[in-house]
């Protein structure tokens, strides 16, 4: 069986920790960081992302909390999420929502905490 050390995937999962500092919602999955900030961006809050631990199914993770007071600033329906960097203007990762979201600009905007992780070899 194929094994890693934590360490391979924690510096992986640490990228992510050490720079992400915002996550927007989106109303579809963004490949850049205008389109994470701007073309898809329905709103924003920003956020701190925790350290890699291990992975209830195998492997580790890192995970994002719950956002409960995020700004909307564009009326829209939101399906997917995008952390970014914004001092480099850097796209880090992106995904989808466990559901889509109906918002409006003006109000707040709440997500549930999700992890993002990697798996066991197998």
């Known amino acids: 069986?194929?094994?890693?050390?934590?360490d391979v995937f924690d510096s992986g999962?640490?990228?992510i920790t050490t720079n992400v500092d915002?996550?927007?919602?989106?109303?579809a999955e963004p490949t850049?960081?205008?389109e994470a900030t701007s073309t898809y961006s329905l709103g924003s809050d920003s956020v701190t992302v925790g350290a890699a631990a291990d992975r209830g199914a195998g492997g580790r993770e890192v995970v994002v909390p719950a956002i409960s007071g995020g700004s909307v600033t564009s009326t829209g329906t939101a399906s997917h999420y995008a952390?970014?960097?914004?001092?480099?203007?850097?796209l880090i990762a992106t995904g989808s929502?466990?559901?889509t979201q109906g918002v409006t600009s003006g109000d707040s905007f709440t997500l549930t905490s999700f992890a993002?992780?990697?798996p066991d070899p197998v």
């Open 22 to 27: 915002e996550l927007h919602i989106c109303s």
């Open 83 to 90: 952390l970014v960097k914004t001092g480099t203007s850097e």
């Open 32 to 34: 850049t960081y205008a």
């Open 1 to 6: 069986m194929a094994t890693l050390s934590d």
């Open 13 to 15: 999962l640490d990228y």
């Open 116 to 118: 993002i992780g990697i």
């Open 97 to 99: 929502l466990s559901s």
